[in-house]
């Protein structure tokens, strides 16, 4: 085996995607044989240099996983959460919860539910959440009110939000009941509640926020508090076919 990239071993290990192992080495908790490694440092732990992160070795490849999550309400995306609250991890089994690296792609606030996916892969993290490689997420949004039409074009040209311009989206209406109306986004792009934040901006605050489908994987009839593993099938028509 040829020298690696620290992040990158880190990465394969389940720990964590590699920006996020970059992270890592620049805070010093990573050391090859007992020296603190530095961003660039290469090793090659099949000619024996001891990995460790905090002090624990760093454990070799991770058996692949990818599961898909029907998100509920009041899950947080995360792994764990320092006041106690509940996660997205507490829908799994323990065999699954514990020393398996697995952690959500991207986030879903936790007043919205639907599509999550959970993978210990940081290189397959790093592809389905980057915008650059072009997997739009499928929303179907209720809102408070009728947008008009000139208010749903602004909506896709595009909102600017923290002074930066977004990026254009569809948006069309799916039906209207009861002075809501529900609408169908599709978007590349996953700035925090982006969704929520662009439709309280617009007059027509958020009722209920569903993400129905990432790339080409849809939820489909999965029951909400409920993942299933996906197949190897899904897995190439994430990695090949964005959409």
């Known amino acids: 085996m040829a020298r690696e990239r620290l992040q990158k071993l880190i990465a394969a290990a389940g720990i964590c995607s590699r920006r996020r192992a970059e992270d890592l080495l ?3 908790r990573v050391r090859v044989n ?10 090659d732990p099949e000619q024996g240099d001891a990995i460790t992160l905090d002090g624990r070795p760093l454990a070799g490849p ?3 996983l990818l599961l898909l999550v029907n998100k509920p309400v009041g899950l947080l995306s995360t792994c764990s959460d320092p006041h106690g609250r509940p996660t997205v991890l507490d829908l799994l089994p323990a065999d699954l919860r514990e ?3 697995l952690h959500p792609i991207g986030r879903l606030d936790a007043d919205s539910r639907g599509a999550l996916l959970l993978t210990n892969q940081g290189d397959l993290t790093l592809r389905l959440s980057h915008p650059r490689y072009g997997h739009r997420k499928r929303y ?9 039409a000139d208010t749903l074009k602004r909506w896709a040209a595009g909102v600017p939000l923290d002074g930066r311009p977004s990026q254009p989206v569809a948006v069309r209406v799916l039906r209207r009941s009861g002075g809501a109306t529900c609408l169908e986004v599709v978007m590349g792009e996953g700035r925090n509640r982006q969704i929520r934040r662009t439709a309280e901006g617009l007059g027509h605050p958020v009722r209920d926020l569903q993400r129905v489908a990432i790339g080409p994987l849809r939820l489909g009839n999965l029951p909400e508090g409920h993942w299933r593993a996906l197949d190897r ?10 959409s």
């Open 233 to 242: 099938q899904e897995w190439q028509a994430l990695a090949e076919h964005p």
């Open 140 to 148: 179907r949004v209720w809102v408070t009110g009728v947008p008009s």
């Open 26 to 28: 620049r805070s010093g």
């Open 34 to 43: 007992g020296a603190v490694a530095q961003l660039g440092d290469r090793a």
């Open 62 to 64: 991770a058996e692949p």
């Open 99 to 101: 020393g398996r690296g």
